[in-house]
């Protein structure tokens, strides 16, 4: 059983960082791009980041770029969202979700075959 674990969400002013972590087991973590996703209160979810299998490349949603970076370390089966310079925008649920293949240039929801429950990012102005 693929189980993915978020955390490292908060409350956070404007201008300020906060760094997410997910952690997964039961799949062959190294074989599979990672995803994040973000859903605020009466909108649609939707792509922040993405990183390859191999952690070599990363793919971000324009209106995060620059800010959020995401990394990953295979022998700890982990992936990182490390998001700096935080806009009440940026105020949403935020998923950790496996990929169904290696490359990171899957932005939609249906290219990802696990979710985490999800962790809460609120960033005020």
């Known amino acids: 059983q693929v189980r993915v674990v978020e955390s490292g969400g908060g409350l956070v002013q404007a201008g300020g960082s906060l760094r997410l972590s997910c952690a997964v087991s039961?799949?062959?973590?190294?074989?599979?791009?990672m995803g994040w996703f973000r859903q605020a209160l009466g909108k649609e979810r939707e792509f922040v980041a993405a990183?390859?299998?191999?952690?070599?490349?990363?793919y971000y949603a324009d209106s995060v770029k620059g800010r959020f970076t995401s990394s990953r370390d295979n022998a700890k089966n982990t992936v990182t969202l490390q998001m700096n310079n935080l806009k009440p925008e940026d105020t949403a649920v935020y998923y950790c979700?496996?990929?169904?293949?290696?490359?990171?240039?899957?932005?939609?929801?249906?290219?990802?075959?696990?979710w985490g429950q999800g962790t809460q990012v609120t960033v005020s102005s």
């Open positions: 990183i390859s299998a191999t952690g070599y490349t990363t």
């Open positions: 979700a496996v990929g169904r293949f290696a490359i990171a240039t899957m932005t939609n929801t249906g290219a990802y075959d696990y």
């Open positions: 039961g799949r062959t973590f190294s074989s599979y791009a």
